[in-house]
């Protein structure tokens, strides 16, 4: 049982635009920021989101990051098939003075 | 370029011990903390372990707090995980990851390693 919340799948068809939720607590996203990370099958994971909306460099601007009290969410848009991937939310845990990550989210695209 | 290379992976049984070595290229080693995060066959990620630069910080997970120590060569560009009394439920694939700064905040990782298979079976 992770620490954040995360449905453990979604899905879209090209073109589309899809979001994931992260649920927290206020020991965690509702205090601080939220992380995101793409995972790609057999690869590892490469951060995608961080500071809640902010993209590193080279990231496409499809992709963007929001919070709002103790949730966060992961939106793409312009959904494309290299996007297939597992989606992680992680952010600092202050009760656990430690990282906390989310489930994860398979995406799928139809 | 950046680069992070794990090392020491393999199969040990269970109650034994391990050491994983992950080497840094193409950064300062010294002004980056540094973090391990584990992923069983399957599962999504875990958070184990961090330390800050100068290595006067550690945090380890609830899971491996008495039984794995993280640490850090800055003269070797190098970051470790010692692991001792190795149990099934740590079988993963252990990935190193690069902390944005100094000191060790938000889970922001910038990059990773490769990963390497930790499977602990009799």
Redesign the interface.
Known sequence: QSVLTQPPSASGTPGQRVTISCSGSSSNIGSNAVNWYQQLPGTAPKLLIYSNNQRPSGVPDRFSGSKSGTSASLAISGLQSEDEADYYCAAWDDSLNGPVFGGGTKLTVL | EVQLVESGGGLVKPGGSLRLSCAASGFTFSSYSM?W?RQAPGK????VS?LNSDSTYI????SVKGRFTISRDNAKNSLYLQMNSLRAEDTAVY?C?RG?TALV??????C????TLITVSS
């Open positions: 973090n995060v999504g990620l875990e958070w961090s945090y380890n997970a609830d990935y990851a944005f905040q938000t889970p922001r990782f910038d990773w390693g490769q990963g």
